[in-house]
């Protein structure tokens, strides 16, 4: 494929358009959210482009500037890929939405309202460079763009307790990186290449890459904030502004995920060991536990969101042993890789809707304290009700794409006899049910809210939109499965 | 006569490895953040004997070009990230007057 056709410039200006707006939005200032609002308008554009061009076509790979690797970098849309620029486009189009509104009424002035756009927008280009790059040191870059971006959004409002949680977040971030750098190092120095494709011919099952893979994904695993390196999560989600919080949470754990997922069943398939797999498995599932227990405990509404954070990334961990598990005996393949998509679409998708209506809820209350909640659903239904119906998706209750998720990873436990890893998924859901009756039954309580700051309804529209599209998901959960079947790695098939 | 390759490499990982007991064992978030630096540069000197070798493997007069290029981005990378963590440092100093996260508090 030649750079600089249709398609091909699509898949550029996923990453182009947003880096260009970022700059520009630092000129410009003020007009940060218009810039913000015709990039999302153009992005959203360029991934129907190539969501077309990959349903009919087939993967499409870009060799930039026309170099091949081992000395050019290559880029990659596949169906996995495609779909997770998707649900970025949806919640980034969702946030600015919301942002253009809360920094334009606190008055445009604000350190925070010029700050949000140009890091909002880095942040987007990093993450869709994550889900394209085929070169390992390229997403290095890409991760920390990811990574730099998200935690000025943490210290973003500039008061004690964020700017705490922003430092936490950085000193993990700052380990995590130095892990995945010294790794790729040594991949190099073994391989003479970081292309994933050319990896995935040289790569050995020895003590070099094992260890080499073994630092890359402890240092991914710390930015994905997996259990037992979840600490700097919950503060630094719950302290950011709400449309932040709802990037950070939804779609930032997502991209260093990502590229653990493409190591993993893409760069070096063959060097998983079972006790490699469990172990990942193992910590995702105590994150469940762990972090749902801990969500029940908080009493503030955004902390507990940020603990769902913890427990829902830990499902993602399941798909190391469980791929390829159910295998050709189903008639969905994979059920356990494409369930384990769903799950990061249908979190996105809810955790954005979540975010987005606390904020909501703050904005009107002042505060998320869970006893000043009381009785909202009365004077903010459709909010409240965007909250419900993304607590429906991450509970995992039909027909959401929450429990498509885990209907395909529990079919995979049970077929390849893991039962162990159905019985997580069980017992996450109850948690999850329990920390999401408190918010509810608090939003739904038989009492009249104190004095309200009215919110706009185009506003109460949002998280609704995003937490239909999460139950949508579920419904209509044929065409996403076709459409992430294509360019599906083997592995993903015949297991790890 | 020690190979010099191995020696640029065995002196990367032992900076590495100072670094990485002080990025761990220090509080003080400035020492962390100069600690984090000391283990970038010893990967990269590890990353520069790595393309040396490679060089040297294969013939060809002078080092591999692709690691000095991925090493001179990874500085720039690590430049930004050492400049917002210090920005940070100090917005979190002037607005609790500590230099430590809370929880190292002693």
Same mark, same amino acid.
């Given at each position: 494929m030649i750079p600089g056709d249709g398609a091909g410039g699509a898949l550029m200006a996923t990453v182009a358009l947003p880096l260009a707006g970022s700059l520009l939005a630092v000129v410009l200032g003020r007009h940060g959210a218009q810039v913000a609002g015709g990039v999302a308008l153009g992005v959203g554009a360029a991934v129907a482009v190539l969501a077309a061009q990959v349903a009919g076509g087939g993967v499409l790979r870009v060799d930039l500037g026309g170099w091949a690797p081992p000395l050019g970098i290559a880029l990659m849309a596949d169906g996995l890929a495609v779909a997770f620029l998707g649900l970025g486009a949806v919640v980034m189009a969702a946030v600015v939405a919301q942002a253009a509104a809360l920094f334009s009424t606190r008055g445009g002035e604000s350190r925070a309202g010029y700050g949000f756009w140009p890091l909002v927008m880095v942040l987007w280009a990093a993450l869709n460079l994550t889900f394209l790059s085929r070169d390992l040191f390229n997403l290095y870059v890409a991760l920390e763009l990811l990574t730099l971006g998200a935690v000025a959004l943490v210290a973003i409002g500039g008061q004690a307790g964020p700017l705490a949680a922003a430092l936490r977040y950085m000193v993990f971030a700052l380990m995590g990186s130095l892990l995945y750098l010294l790794g790729a190092v040594l991949l190099y120095a073994a391989h003479g290449t970081l292309d994933i494709d050319l990896l995935a011919i040289r790569a050995q099952p020895a003590p070099p890459d094992l260890v080499a893979a073994g630092l890359i994904t402890a240092g991914l695993a710390v930015k994905t904030a997996l259990f037992p390196f979840h600490a700097w999560l919950p503060p630094a989600h719950a302290g950011a502004p709400a449309p932040a919080s709802a990037v950070l949470s939804a779609l930032v754990p997502k991209g260093s995920f990502f590229i653990l997922w493409r190591l993993w069943f893409e760069a070096m398939p063959d060097l998983a060991a079972p006790p490699v797999l469990t172990l990942l498995a193992g910590l995702g599932g105590a994150a469940v536990i762990y972090g749902s227990a801990l969500a029940l405990m908080q009493g503030r509404l955004k902390m507990i969101v940020a603990y769902s954070t913890v427990a829902q990334l830990g499902y993602l961990f399941l798909v190391f042993p469980l791929a390829g598990g159910a295998g050709a005996a189903q008639p969905?393949? &994979?059920? &356990?890789?494409? +369930?384990?998509?769903?799950?990061?679409?249908?979190?996105?998708?809810?955790?954005?809707?979540? =975010?987005?209506? @606390? #904020?909501? =809820?703050?904005? %009107?209350? +002042?505060?998320?304290? !869970?006893? /000043? !909640?009381? #009785?909202? %659903?009365?004077?903010? *239904?459709? &909010?409240?009700? +965007?909250? #419900? !119906? &993304?607590?429906?998706?991450?509970? /995992? !209750? *039909? *027909?959401? /794409? #929450? =429990?498509? @998720?885990?209907?395909l990873v529990m079919t995979a436990a049970f077929a390849s006899g893991q039962v162990v890893w159905a019985g997580v998924l069980v017992v996450g859901g109850l948690l999850a049910a329990g920390y999401l009756y408190r918010p509810m039954a608090a939003l739904f309580a038989d009492a009249a809210p104190g004095p309200l700051t009215p919110v706009p309804r185009r506003l109460q529209a949002l998280p609704l939109l995003l937490a239909g599209l999460a139950i949508g998901l579920g419904v209509a959960s044929d065409a996403p499965i076709t459409f992430l079947a294509i360019g599906r790695p083997d592995a993903a098939a015949e297991g790890l | 006569m020690i190979d010099p390759a191995l020696l640029y490499g065995l002196t990367g990982a032992a900076v590495v490895g100072l670094g990485l007991y002080g990025f761990l064992s220090l509080r003080h978030l400035l020492r962390r953040v100069l600690a984090f630096n000391v283990v970038g540069s010893g990967i990269f000197l590890m990353f520069g004997a790595a393309g040396y070798r490679g060089a040297v493997a294969e013939g060809t007069a002078g080092a591999d070009p692709v690691p000095q290029a991925l090493i001179i981005t990874g500085i720039v990378v690590a430049l930004a990230a050492t400049a917002l963590a210090v920005g940070l440092i100090l917005a979190h100093a002037r607005a609790t007057g500590r230099r430590t996260l809370p929880e190292d508090d002693t």
């Open positions: 969905w393949e &994979a059920s &356990a890789w494409t +369930g384990t998509a769903f799950q990061a679409l249908s979190h996105g998708l809810a955790k954005a809707a979540m =975010f987005l209506a @606390a #904020g909501l =809820f703050v904005m %009107a209350v +002042g505060h998320d304290r !869970l006893e /000043g !909640l009381r #009785g909202l %659903a009365r004077t903010m *239904p459709m &909010a409240v009700f +965007g909250f #419900g !119906l &993304a607590a429906v998706a991450l509970l /995992g !209750l *039909p *027909p959401s /794409g #929450g =429990f498509t @998720a885990k209907y | -």
